[in-house]
């Protein structure tokens, strides 16, 4: 059973600590404190869908998504930033059975490149430990028929 001085002994220590070292005398306690910090993330992206334009006679369109990723971490805690199509691909004049390849570029410190595949996820970023890291991922849709195309995607950063 905990003594009730033992407890006030803490909140005066939290609020005042000088006042209470002079009134305590010789009594002394032992307070044990634990804190738990649980990692936290945030990510902003500058789109959730990306808009190619391929020109007639040409093959590629580019999309460039801005980012800022931020993580609570443990200095040797892996962060990842991925991202996933968030739905169907859309072609000229509304078409989804589109033939397509799509990879990207990573900007920044931590960003990385690769390719997107319509049906997996993809590591866009990965460093260790906390901190605020800002970029670019440069997109490139590569397709036969020139037009527009639109992609709906999601992004996220976890900490595993």
Do not use: N
Request: aromatic share 4%.
């Amino acid at each position: 059973m905990r003594s009730p001085a033992i407890g006030c002994l803490a909140v005066a220590l939290l609020a005042h600590p000088a006042a209470l070292l002079a009134q305590s005398g010789d009594r002394s306690a032992v307070i044990v404190a634990s804190a738990t910090i649980a990692p936290r993330t945030s990510l902003k992206v500058s789109a959730h869908v990306l808009e190619f334009r391929i020109e007639p006679g040409s093959t590629e369109g580019v999309a460039t998504i801005e980012f800022t990723a931020a993580a609570r971490a443990l200095p040797e805690s892996q962060v990842i930033m991925t991202v996933s199509a968030a739905g169907g691909l859309t072609g000229p004049g509304g078409a989804a059975d589109v033939d397509v390849d799509v990879a990207f570029a990573g900007e920044g410190s931590g960003a990385q490149s690769g390719a997107l595949h319509l049906t997996e996820t993809a590591a866009t970023g990965r460093w260790t430990g906390a901190g605020v890291r800002t970029g670019r991922l440069v997109f490139t849709l590569r397709a036969s028929t020139p037009g527009d195309y639109k992609l709906p995607v999601r992004f996220a950063i976890s900490v595993p």
